[in-house]
């Protein structure tokens, strides 16, 4: 399947600042699709995008569908501890068009 | 409660003893796929479903296999564990393809000694 380019691989940060990571992809896509992992458990999904130029909100979480259609952005306000995990972005382009996954941005966040 | 669910949740066993995951949705879900996920590596596909009958391979399948009778099962079958093989996996499912929403199993952490 196609891979698409998630960074940073990981963040380092303090509680209370915002959190900024994207991922590309070689080809156009019609959906993005950011999902987060906590320790121990599968994959959740937190936005979906449909549409180029997109902003959506998902409580502190904003995402954004790239103009191109080659890139996405999350963006994470006001971090707080629970926000700890691996986020994975996605788009189509696994097997017979199932979603391809970044290798995910691990957020660790410093007390 | 919409849910994709998969024993055990975590397994060890040796080398060459066959084992079964097992993989079961209840949403009415065409799309079923197999992932492993180890450090560095992210999500990689090992088989995908887009039907019952109908199965076809990722991009590492290679020491697994799959099948899909009903709907909702979809389990993953290794007929000869290899240590290479020790990984956490994931069974995902979504109503349809080009680029549907998975929803995911909470993971089988396997370890072939």
């Known amino acids: 399947g196609q891979q698409l380019n998630q960074s940073p691989q990981s963040m380092f940060i303090q509680e209370g600042e915002d959190v900024s990571m994207n991922c590309t992809s070689s080809?156009?896509?019609?959906?993005w699709l950011w999902y987060k992992q906590e320790p121990g458990e599968g994959p959740v999904l937190l936005i979906a995008?449909?549409?180029?130029?997109e902003l959506t909100s998902n409580g502190r979480l904003t995402a954004q569908f790239g103009i191109t259609r080659k890139d996405s952005f999350l963006n994470i306000s006001a971090s707080i501890p629970s926000d700890v995990g691996i986020y994975f972005c996605?788009?189509?382009?696994?097997?017979?068009?199932?979603?391809?996954f970044g290798k995910g941005t691990h957020l660790i966040i410093q007390p | 409660e919409a849910q994709v669910t998969q024993n055990p949740r975590y397994l060890i066993t040796v080398t060459g003893k066959k084992l079964t995951v097992t993989c079961s949705q209840n949403?009415?879900?065409?799309?079923m796929s197999w992932y492993r996920q180890d450090p560095g590596l992210g999500l990689r596909q090992i088989y995908y479903?887009?039907?019952?009958?109908?199965?076809d391979k990722g991009d590492v399948p290679e020491g697994y296999k799959v099948s899909r009778k009903e709907k909702r099962n979809f389990p993953l079958i290794l007929e000869s564990p290899s240590p290479n093989q020790t990984s956490l996996y994931f069974c995902?499912?979504?109503?349809?393809?080009?680029?549907?929403?998975?929803?995911f199993g909470p993971g089988t952490r396997l370890t072939v000694t």
């Open positions: 995902a499912s979504s109503l349809g393809t080009m680029g549907a929403e998975q929803y």
């Open positions: 080809s156009i896509f019609n959906t």
């Open positions: 995008l449909y549409k180029a130029g």
């Open positions: 996605a788009g189509p382009g696994g097997g017979a068009d199932g979603l391809t």
């Open positions: 949403m009415n879900h065409e799309y």
């Open positions: 479903s887009m039907n019952v009958e109908v199965t």
